[in-house]
């Protein structure tokens, strides 16, 4: 069975760093032919939208557009482990972040569905305006 943990959320000011990290098992149990980690997040109020992801065995990645330069996504193979490195933080960015596995399409990574395992229960990032 397939499960996913995030770690590293938090409060901070705007102009701050956070590092997030997601641990996975079970991934010779998913069913995705390109699988892919990635991170996204969800508002009060706000749909959820996909921040960045990668493609676990070519690397390529994806970041939303308002988090380009100040993200960077990046994985440790071995240990299916990914990481979301934010600097440079924003009000705008408060948000619960989760982490999921998916299948890799066209340069984004479309996670997988929360009922088979492939979704994390997600940190809460603040950063106060």
């Known amino acids: 069975q397939v499960h996913v943990t995030e770690s590293g959320g938090g409060s901070v000011q705007a102009g701050g760093s956070l590092r997030l990290s997601c641990v996975a098992s079970?991934?010779?149990?998913?069913?995705?032919?390109?699988?892919?980690m990635g991170w996204f997040r969800q508002a009060p109020g706000k749909g959820r939208e996909g921040v960045a992801g990668?493609?676990?065995?070519?690397?390529?990645?994806y970041y939303l557009d308002s988090v380009k330069g100040r993200f960077t996504i990046s994985q440790d193979y071995a240990k299916n482990t990914v990481y979301l490195q934010m600097d440079s933080l924003k009000p705008e960015d408060t948000a619960t972040y989760y982490c999921?596995?998916?299948?890799?399409?066209?340069?984004?990574?479309?996670?997988?569905?929360?009922?088979?395992?492939?979704w994390g229960q997600g940190t809460q990032v603040s950063v106060p305006s």
């Open positions: 079970g991934l010779d149990k998913s069913v995705f032919a390109n699988p892919c």
């Open positions: 999921a596995i998916g299948a890799w399409r066209g340069g984004y990574c479309y996670p997988g569905s929360p009922d088979a395992g492939y």
């Open positions: 990668i493609e676990r065995v070519s690397t390529t990645t």
